[in-house]
């Protein structure tokens, strides 16, 4: 059994897809979507029309898959953690299909898939047996999406808020995770045309929103301590940079894509 964390008390664990157990409605309430340029960079990149079959890798509370959905995508959403499964079972949408499976083991039929993308989660996968997988399930010249909201700190208040979010350790470690890991896609050879793309985005928070925000990562500090410091630091962040009771965090969205081959010539 396992214990829901709004103001996260209970530790994750250290296996990948139980990270966000008891995080999950935190994340479904806080994270942010993603840019309409970045989802309309992903279409028109990977020619796709309504009634393409999409598979979103990773899929979490289902904030990707909706926004492929609402374009007509057919969409296969996976996602190992089942409380985050259940936020995106909440919202449901006809063009979108559940699937309780890992990354690195999707079940899908090989050469099933049009496109795959990974919205905010690939780094907690095993990129080698990954991206063999999602080798596999496409189509001869398929595509991978791979995306993240990073924090763009060349806004102040961003900066500031980066400031109080990596003066915990195992926040520090886990972004410098996040941040190589499309070097697996850049760098295979199962995949070629390598694009890279960086759009802006923001977040517009109330006090309580920015810290749901913030306490909605893995790497939040669990120990009492740790969670006042925080709290502290990031009232303080608010308290200086907000106008008329709302923060902007600001964003680098960016999106890494690559394509199957369509023949052995190509790889």
């Known amino acids: 059994m396992t214990r829901e964390r709004d103001d996260p008390l209970a530790p994750s664990s250290d296996e ?6 008891g995080l ?3 994340y479904a309430r806080h994270r942010p979507s993603f840019p309409t340029e970045a989802i309309d960079f992903i279409v028109k990149k990977g020619s796709l029309v309504p009634g393409d079959v999409v598979a979103d890798i990773g899929a979490g509370t289902g904030i990707s898959s909706r926004l492929l959905a609402d374009r007509d995508i057919d969409v296969i959403a996976i996602e190992p953690n089942e409380e985050m499964l259940k936020q995106a079972r909440a919202v449901p949408n006809p063009r979108i299909r559940f699937r309780s499976a890992r990354a690195e083991q999707t079940g ?7 496109g795959i ?16 997988e999602f080798h596999r399930i496409l189509v001869a010249g398929g595509w991978v999406a ?3 909201n990073e924090r763009d700190d060349s806004d102040p208040g961003t900066r500031a808020y980066s400031k109080v979010i990596t003066s915990h350790r195992e926040a520090s470690i886990q972004e410098a995770r996040r ?17 890279f793309r960086v759009y802006p985005h923001e977040q517009i928070l109330s006090k309580e929103e920015l810290l749901g925000r ?4 893995s790497y939040a500090p669990l120990d009492e301590r740790g969670r006042d410091a ?8 608010f308290d200086q940079y907000a106008r008329d009771e709302r923060f902007r965090l600001a964003y680098s969205t960016s999106v890494h894509f690559a394509r199957a081959p369509v023949s052995n010539d190509e790889s």
Do not use: C, M, N
Request: charged share 15%.
């Open 24 to 26: 999950a409605k935190i």
């Open 16 to 21: 990948p897809t139980e990270r966000f157990t």
């Open 117 to 132: 993308i990974s919205a905010q989660a690939f780094h907690w996968f095993d990129p080698e047996p990954t991206l063999a």
């Open 179 to 195: 941040q190589r890991a499309a070097l697996s896609l850049s760098q295979s050879r199962s995949f070629f045309d390598y694009t």
């Open 108 to 114: 899908l039929a090989s050469g099933s898939v049009k």
């Open 230 to 237: 925080w709290r502290t630091g990031l009232e303080a962040v």
């Open 214 to 217: 913030a306490f909605s990562v």
């Open 146 to 148: 791979l995306l993240w």
